[in-house]
């Protein structure tokens, strides 16, 4: 299975920094809360922001090391100078320096343009694999409709379709389809649909819409014809990462770290 755990990109030349140097030399602690504040305002999406007690409290540092951060200007609490930078900090909050510009990938944007590409992607396959053989470019261009206007009715349902197939289509064709609607209308055990609400917008900030309908499809085919117990409620699995589980039920949870192979491979690539 390839390697899906989450990571960022990191300057190689991070530890040799002059300002980073200069802070080394007087707490390597506080160069952990960077790094630290850094990798939490991606996991989390926050356009790096980090509430900064929080930081120092996660990674056992000392308000000494977030001081310092702030006077080397690595950290700008509200207030600060840098006009490269948003001016606007919250209180009790830090902006880190040039994030969006150093993390690309991990701004609110970014994660946006991810969910929709693979929200297109996923309705565009569930659609072209439904679609009986005379009506292509209905479905095509249906895909490409229900992808940018949520909520519109669509009432035509192919009638030469199976009904498997017809009844998955609808997953992703009803009058109000999101793609969590679409996601609890595949999932198993209808239970706790709220709390299945908050773990899929949290799901998709690590993966995509189709990679959490293919395991959801792996599931029903596991649970098939077992007793209901057996099958978790959905913000458990989706809390769990558990859409990459393998047949065998191994669980699979995403760890957020630089140090992951995909890193280095995406440095050599690029
Ligand atoms: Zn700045």
């Not at 960077?34 to 999406?45: A, E, G, N, R």
């Not at 349902?157 to 609890?184: C, N, Y």
Request: charge should be negative.
């Amino acid at each position: 299975m390839a390697d899906k755990r989450l990571w960022t990109q990191m300057d190689l030349g991070f530890t040799s920094n002059p300002k980073v140097q200069e802070v080394l030399a007087e707490s390597a602690g506080a160069v952990v809360l960077y790094i630290h504040s850094v990798l939490t305002s991606c996991l989390h999406v926050t356009d790096g922001f980090a509430k900064e007690k929080v930081m120092v409290r996660a990674s056992f540092a000392s308000q000494a090391d977030a001081d310092l951060l702030a006077s080397a200007g690595m950290w700008h609490r509200p207030g600060h100078d840098c006009n490269t930078c948003p001016a606007a900090v919250p209180i009790g909050e830090v902006y880190i320096h040039d994030f969006e510009e150093h993390n690309p990938m991990w701004t609110t944007r970014a994660a946006e343009t991810r969910i929709e590409k693979a929200t297109k992607a996923a309705r565009a396959r569930w659609a072209a694999d439904s679609k009986p053989e005379d009506a292509t470019e209905h479905a095509t261009e249906h895909a490409a409709s229900i992808g940018q206007a949520s909520g519109e009715q669509c009432s035509e349902d192919a009638p030469a379709m199976p009904e498997k197939r017809r009844e998955e289509k609808k997953i992703f064709s009803s009058s109000s389809t999101t793609a969590f609607d679409a996601f609890w209308a595949g999932y198993p055990r209808k239970v706790g649909k709220a709390a299945a609400q908050k773990a899929f917008a949290k799901a998709l900030k690590f993966t995509d819409v189709e990679t959490v309908m293919s395991g959801v499809e792996a599931l029903r085919t596991e649970v098939a014809g077992k007793d209901q117990k057996f099958t978790p409620h959905a913000a458990t699995w989706l809390n769990e990462g558990r859409w990459d589980d393998e047949p065998s039920g191994q669980l699979q949870i995403p760890v957020n770290s630089p140090w992951d192979p995909s890193f280095h491979r995406m440095q050599v690539e690029a």
